[in-house]
């Protein structure tokens, strides 16, 4: 394969702002070869042997490179990526995805690029990652706007660059007519820059949904009991995002069987913890299962406590029950504890006040109790 050494980026990036794509063409001119175009220009071979593809991937990349009639373009194209410092096994994968890729014009396009994009604060190692992660749009010189617009948005490259391994979509779709006004909603509702920032890393593809669409959902999230302005509003956004309003219906429903609820008591429960809908039935029925069936909890009682749902049933429900149900039948508790105080409280509050006072009197119980918290719950916690 076609390489350039790995100071071309480097060049590239530190040369002033007015030449750096003329300097990219003198380095790719200096360092490759000039090949004559030929009317026998074999792309499935080129594409197997220069680019490191299988021959299936090859013979399934062919039609889109049949007007290519020499290797000098896909030649200066793979200088370049050799250049931003791809690994052979990266290029070929690039290619794989993206065939049309070799077709790009490295002095109109794909230079200006990389310069743009150093422009605006990536690094050699961020651009490297961005063109893995979106070939598709790296070959469009508006990949530079959009990527001057949602740098600030998404609070960093790295949460940016995040977010693009979840949608790459999000740099191929239409910033001023769906991009920019989805944002605008999110603020009319009350979402600041850390929360647009928070929902937009762990949900990108909400971006980049028809705004119609995107009013629709929010509506759903108020019509589940979570008000624009509440610090909820984003959960709730998160938890039914790409859902219709017939799938979430589905879900409550879902809910009051498996828990019990009344409509009041599901309507609480939601509001109060709208990632609940966003859980697999097995979850909530495993949950349900424990906290009512085993512990005695009453359903009213989970419903305006729904936060408990959301922690891990065998990393922290079931340890944290076990070792004091144990310590409540040996007499070691004054009082019957509130169990959705002892499930809510951090690690290190809950061994202060549950697993240390006691090691004396209950030798084994951070043995069993950490035991647990692996998975390994014995029958019964060991008092001697």
């Not at 194209?77 to 070929?92: C, E, F, K, R, T």
């Not at 938890?239 to 609480?268: C, N, P, Q, Y």
């Amino acid at each position: 394969m076609l390489r350039l050494h790995k100071h071309i980026l480097a060049h590239l990036l530190s040369s002033p702002a007015t030449s750096p794509v003329s300097h990219l063409h003198r380095l790719i001119s200096a360092a490759a070869p000039a090949i004559s175009s030929s009317t026998g220009f074999a792309v499935e071979e080129y594409l197997v042997s220069t680019c490191g593809l299988t021959r299936p991937q090859a013979l399934k990349a062919c039609p889109k490179l049949s007007h290519l009639k020499s290797p000098s373009k896909p030649d200066a194209v793979l200088a370049l990526l050799a250049g931003l410092g791809l690994s052979a096994a990266d290029i070929a994968s690039l290619v794989a995805r993206d065939p049309r890729f070799l077709c790009a014009k490295v002095e109109k396009t794909l230079g200006p690029v990389v310069a743009g994009l150093a422009g605006v604060g990536l690094s050699p190692s961020e651009v490297t990652r961005l063109v893995s992660l979106s070939p598709h749009s790296f070959r469009s010189r508006s990949i530079v706007s959009k990527l001057h617009y949602c740098l600030p948005l998404f609070g960093s490259s790295e949460n940016l660059l995040q977010a693009l391994k979840r949608s790459s979509s999000l740099l191929s779709s239409d910033l001023d007519g769906v991009v920019k006004p989805n944002v605008a909603l999110l603020r009319e509702c009350g979402l600041g820059a850390c929360d647009i920032a928070k929902l937009c890393s762990n949900q990108p593809g909400l971006l980049t949904i028809n705004p119609e669409r995107f009013k629709g959902l929010v509506a759903c999230a108020e019509k589940i009991g979570v008000p624009r302005g509440s610090g909820l509003f984003r959960h709730a956004l998160h938890a039914i995002a790409f859902d219709s309003e017939e799938t979430i219906t589905a879900r409550v429903e879902h809910l009051k069987t498996t828990f019990m609820w009344t409509d009041g008591e599901v309507g609480i429960a939601v509001s109060r913890f709208p990632l609940m809908l966003s859980r697999s039935k097995e979850s909530l029925q495993r949950r349900s299962e424990f906290l009512i069936s085993e512990v005695g909890l009453e359903p009213a009682f989970v419903a305006h406590r729904p936060v408990m749902l959301g922690h891990s049933l065998e990393g922290r429900l079931r340890p944290r029950y076990y070792a004091v149900k144990f310590l409540k039948e040996n007499g070691l508790l004054k009082r019957d504890p509130n169990y959705s105080t002892v499930f809510k409280m951090s690690e290190k509050v809950f061994r202060k006040k549950f697993i240390f006072p006691h090691k004396e009197a209950a030798l084994h119980l951070a043995e069993d109790y950490d035991a647990a918290c692996k998975g390994e719950v014995p029958t019964n916690f060991r008092f001697t």
